[in-house]
């Protein structure tokens, strides 16, 4: 009778501890699941704004490239005049070239979503492996670009400018030194500016490609 008895209240703590394991893998599972869903929730979120920024990249990308395709043309123009005779050179034309070469159409990319991925470790969340790439792609891309612009702006800024005003005066909107107008000082500036345009045209390119075929990832993804 005892032995019934303690077979009983044994076979009662077994099944009492079947419950409380079946319970806690229940909860887990449960939170899990919850947490799997505010994920799946936020990659929904990052992948929309991403789209967003990405596609306003690519409006102006294209914006800039038309700027600076009309650039390069009036750059070109400029040099095609130094390699001809420098005696028929118009040191008063020459102001309307370092105007251009000033007018840099400087792209700054929508990267505040990609950036808030990588800093807060969320970059995971995206589960699609081939946009995670994309992007990194993307934004190395963009990086090239910044480099581009930096390497012109500083030399302008450094270089260029400290030396022109030296020899133009501004505020009367005059010539002060006319064979400085028609030195290879200025020559060398028109080319590197066409130069270091031109490289950023390809970069904006291959931004431009790959931005697009991001877009059509993650508007694939969205769509699931």
């Not at 409380?20 to 799946?40: P, Q, R």
């Not at 030396?163 to 005066?169: K, M, W």
Request: no cysteine; charged share 25%; aromatic share 12%.
């Amino acid at each position: 009778m005892g032995s019934i008895k303690a077979r009983q209240k044994t076979l009662e703590y077994f099944i009492e501890f079947i419950l409380v394991i079946v319970g806690i893998s229940i909860a887990f599972w449960l939170s899990e699941l919850a947490e799997e869903k505010k994920k799946d929730k936020l990659e929904v979120q990052y992948l929309q704004d991403i789209l967003e920024d990405l596609q306003a990249d690519v409006e102006l990308i294209e914006y800039l490239t038309l700027l600076n395709q009309s650039k390069t043309t009036e750059l070109e123009r400029g040099v095609a005049m130094f390699q001809g005779d420098q005696r028929n050179i118009n040191a008063d034309s020459i102001p309307q070239y370092t105007q251009i070469i000033g007018n840099l159409n400087l792209f700054y990319p929508n990267n505040f979503t990609y950036i808030t991925l990588k800093q807060s470790g969320d970059f995971k969340i995206i589960k699609n492996h081939d946009i995670r790439k994309r992007l990194v792609q993307l934004y190395s891309s963009y990086e090239s670009i910044d480099f581009e612009q930096v390497n012109l702006t500083k030399a302008l800024d450094d270089h260029f400018y400290s030396e022109y005003f030296n020899n133009y005066d501004m505020i009367n909107d005059r010539i002060v030194n006319r064979e400085f107008m028609t030195s290879s000082y200025i020559s060398n500036f028109i080319a590197f500016s066409l130069s270091q345009t031109n490289s950023v045209l390809v970069f904006f390119e291959r931004s431009k490609t790959i931005a697009e075929q991001t877009i059509e990832l993650i508007e694939t993804e969205l769509k699931k």
